[in-house]
Structures are given as C-alpha cells and as structure tokens.
C-alpha cells in the first residue's frame, strides 16, 4: 500500500497540471475569438475596476468603445509605433536587442523600455500589474503566443483598443473623445502624438493638461513619426 501523504501529493500535482491546462486552453481559446470578435474588456480594465470598488469608489467607470483600425486616423497607429516600438513591424513579439540595452546600461527597472508593442498588449489583455519575473515569464509566452496567432496589424488594432489613457479611459475612441470630443478617426497628428506621449504613465500624465515634459514628448514623437516616412510607413507594413 502507497503512503497517504504520497497518494495526496499526486492528487495535488494532478490537479494543478488540469488547472494549469484549462486556463492556458481557455487563454487559447480567447486569442482565437479575438482574431475576428471586438475584445469587450481587458485584464488591466477588470483591475482597475476591482480595485475602485474595493477602495469604495463606485463612480469610477472603466470604458472602452471598439473601433476598427478603418475607424482610426493612421497617426495614432503611427504615434505609437514611433513612441514605443519603432521595430513593431521587424520582430517576433520581444526585441531582444532592446531588453539587452535596458538592462546593460539602464538595468532591470527601465525594462518597460523594452516592452514591445506586442509585449504591452499582452500584458494589458491577459496579466496584472506589476515586475516581477513570474509576469514578465508569463508575458513572454503570450507575447510569443499571439505573434503567431495575430496579424501585427490585429495586434496593433488591439492595443489602440485596450491601453489606458487616463483614469478610466481605455482605448483611443474613449481618449479622442474625452480629451478633444471627436472620434479617433479625425484625430490630428498632434493630437496623436499627445495621446502617444503620456502613454508611459497614463495615471500620472495628463492629456487634458500636459506638462512641459509631455509638451516635449510630444514634438519628440512628431519627428520620429516624419523619420519613420509619415503614413506610408503603416502601408508599406501593411498595418493600415
């Protein structure tokens, strides 16, 4: 007769194998749903959430209104691309060149600086805040995991989507509107790249009310945009 303790062990390990192929089934699952379904919610939005009403705030509202990438104006696609993930179109989901620079010359901390756009949606889609190498491990597989699944310009369509542009602001449609009562498809390049622009620290940095700081980021991502060759670039990729 096998020991109990050992026969309650293999019961442990079989059940946490089931649950661990369940949620990534159900993960796979989803990423194929979203290929062709508007995404309705994003993990970063259900924490945001959770995390007002725990606090006892019940006003705040997490929102986000779908839009198709026809119904956003190319400089936003663009503005992003050149603020946070200038070799969007070139790599498979992590820059490798990137994470090597931040951590060789500005360490772990500014890792952000190395999250690619595909990292970043990922993240926002599927994980919760935070650093630690458990997340960034397990960002990096879904990272790998939606490159091969989604098109870059479905990933890039998602993140316009689902990045938070301030306090219950989600999504570039939900910004447009909020900070210049206009929808995403008659944004400006300048107003492109001022959303672009406080998408680091979106909690922190105001769009309605930008610093000298963000004033400066702002013309900073307006001449990448030109170097990068201004809208064609989103053609030539095939991202528009």
């Given at each position: 007769m096998k020991p109990k303790h050992t026969s309650w062990l293999r019961k442990v390990k079989k059940t946490l194998l089931k649950g661990f192929l369940f949620c990534i089934g159900l993960w796979f699952l989803a990423v194929l749903l979203w290929t062709?379904?508007?995404v309705p919610f994003s993990a970063v939005m259900a924490e945001r959430q959770i995390s007002a009403w725990?606090?006892?705030?019940?006003?705040?509202r997490a929102h986000s209104d779908w839009v198709s990438m026809d119904n956003i104006s190319p400089?936003?696609?663009l503005a992003v691309i050149a603020s946070e993930d200038q070799r969007f179109p070139e790599h498979w989901g992590i820059d490798f060149s990137a994470v090597n620079t931040a951590?060789?010359?500005?360490?772990?901390?500014?890792?952000?600086?190395?999250?690619?756009?595909s990292q970043q949606t990922a993240k926002n889609m599927f994980l919760w805040d935070g650093r630690s190498w458990v997340r960034k491990a397990i960002e990096a597989g879904m990272t790998l995991g939606i490159e091969a699944i989604w098109r870059k310009k479905r990933i890039l369509t998602v993140y316009l989507n689902v990045a938070e542009f301030g306090p219950g602001i989600f999504g570039v449609e939900a910004a447009s509107q909020a900070y210049f009562h206009k929808p995403a498809k008659q944004l400006t390049e300048s107003q492109a790249a001022l959303l672009a622009a406080v998408l680091p620290s979106p909690l922190r940095y105001k769009a309605q009310a930008p610093s000298r700081y963000i004033q400066m980021?702002?013309?900073w991502i307006i001449r990448q945009m030109r170097q990068?060759?201004?809208q064609p670039f989103l053609t030539q990729h095939h991202l528009y």
């Open positions: 062709v379904l508007p725990s606090s006892g705030n019940f006003v705040y400089w936003m696609p951590l060789t010359q500005r360490g772990e901390d500014h890792l952000r600086g190395a999250s690619t756009l980021r702002q013309q990068l060759g201004g």
